[in-house]
């Protein structure tokens, strides 16, 4: 049982890139999903969740009109698309994944405070020229 975070890599400023976190062991479709980031030596901050049972997503304000996250329930995996990156974006990307919330917990954004089952292992993103 585990999750797998993938996708990150060195992309130019105003790059796109896809983050994949994949469930293994367990139906990852009944699971909210929260995508949190961490910068050494700063605390980790929630960036988006989709909630469980293809419920509604949430993006965070520094995400906000760039980030987009969806599932593909077929593949067990939950997406996190970012646009138009700059080096603020600099970061180790986790994704974690939760049974049993609420809705409303993903949207208002208290997902992110909540105890998470399962965490995928972190995905390097640089954003540099």
């Known amino acids: 049982v585990q999750l797998q975070a993938s996708g990150g890599g060195l992309v130019q400023p105003g790059g796109s890139l896809r983050l994949s976190c994949a469930a293994s062991?367990?139906?990852?479709?009944?699971?909210?999903v929260g995508w949190f980031r961490q910068v050494p030596g700063k605390e980790r901050e929630g960036v988006s969740c989709?909630?469980?049972?293809?419920?509604?997503?949430y993006v965070t304000e520094s995400g906000k009109g760039r980030f987009t996250i969806s599932r593909d329930n077929a593949k067990n995996t939950v997406y996190l698309y970012m646009n138009s990156l700059s080096p603020d974006d600099t970061a180790v990307y986790y994704c974690?994944?939760?049974?049993?919330?609420?809705?409303?917990?993903?949207?208002?954004?208290?997902?992110?405070?909540?105890?998470?089952?399962?965490w995928g292992q972190g995905t390097q993103v640089t954003v540099s020229s």
């Open positions: 974690a994944a939760v049974y049993g919330t609420s809705w409303d917990m993903c949207t208002s954004g208290a997902l992110f405070g909540n105890e998470f089952e399962y």
């Open positions: 989709i909630a469980s049972s293809d419920g509604p997503t």
């Open positions: 062991g367990f139906t990852l479709q009944y699971y909210a």
